[in-house]
């Protein structure tokens, strides 16, 4: 195991997550992993560049073997739990396994929303528009289902909802549209680049409300309690929306196009939160 080294992006918090989990976890020594702007001209040489941009690089550094993405991971795993390894090496697991990787890794930019720092390695992953839009389609669907449990277990109870499902949804999907009419007027990948920003930052908000969802499971939150955390969440969600839409580059060359979607969006939360 002392011989693997695991090379990930040290601008992607998401990768240095998951790396550190190895770490604390005993699957990797804490030497057993180095960001990709601390690596030798000689680690360099063993490693495709194009390749490692969308696949985690592992090097034995005994056999100067080099695995990428899920087989490096599933090289991992395997030193400790050797029949994930042969489950996941199975021929019907490992594609199922190798698109779901593929759909992280191209959209981990997306996810994270973090840029290169200056003088570091530059991991961000090809653009891949295939699984741009299967990631879309896959978080509008998350997005749609959270929305209706959020109402059915929250929103229903705040006094003076007038409001049904299916009214909820409608203008969700209004937003929706209006979104994708906004990202017509960009160029392919900076409009879907905007689209993955904007279904995202919905995903967060979502999330964001899952403490209340699962103290919903005893009993209906106060109203004072929701107002507190609802008003919480609008503040965290503001300030990642003009994070995003920096990231985005919308904050300088589509000022209007940024404003006109925070105006949207607010109007969709009066919407929810009229009484």
């Not at 969308?54 to 490096?72: S, V």
């Not at 160029?187 to 908000?205: D, F, N, P, W």
Request: hydrophobic share 50%; charged share 15%; glycine share 6%.
């Amino acid at each position: 195991m002392s011989q693997l080294l695991l090379i990930y992006d040290d601008n992607c918090p998401l990768c240095q997550w998951y790396t550190q989990v190895f770490v604390k976890t005993g699957l990797l020594p804490a030497e057993g992993r180095i960001p990709y702007s601390t690596i030798s001209t000689q680690l360099q040489a063993r490693i495709d560049a194009d390749k490692g941009r969308n696949q985690i690089p592992l090097i034995d550094l005994q056999t100067g073997q080099t695995w990428y993405g899920l087989d490096a991971l599933l090289e991992v795993l395997g030193q400790r739990f050797p029949l994930v390894k042969r489950i996941g090496r199975w021929r019907p697991v490992y594609w199922v396994l190798t698109r779901l990787y593929r759909l992280i890794s191209y959209n981990r930019k997306i996810v994270v929303a973090s840029r290169c720092s200056p003088g570091s390695f530059d991991c961000a992953p090809d653009f891949n528009q295939r699984y741009r839009f299967l990631f879309l389609f896959i978080t509008l669907l998350i997005n749609t289902g959270l929305l209706a449990l959020v109402y059915d277990r929250l929103l229903q109870y705040l006094p003076g909802n007038t409001l049904s499902p299916a009214q909820i949804q409608t203008g969700h999907f209004l937003l929706v549209g209006i979104n994708l009419t906004l990202a017509c007027i960009l160029k392919k990948q900076r409009a879907l680049e905007y689209l993955g920003q904007v279904t995202m930052l919905a995903l967060i908000a979502l999330l964001l409300q899952i403490p209340l969802l699962l103290l919903s499971v005893f009993i209906t939150p106060p109203l004072w309690l929701m107002v507190i955390y609802f008003s919480g969440s609008l503040l965290i969600v503001f300030r990642e929306y003009l994070r995003r839409m920096d990231y985005a580059g919308l904050l300088i060359r589509h000022q209007w196009m940024a404003a006109f979607n925070l105006a949207c969006m607010t109007a969709f939360i009066l919407f929810i939160f009229k009484s």
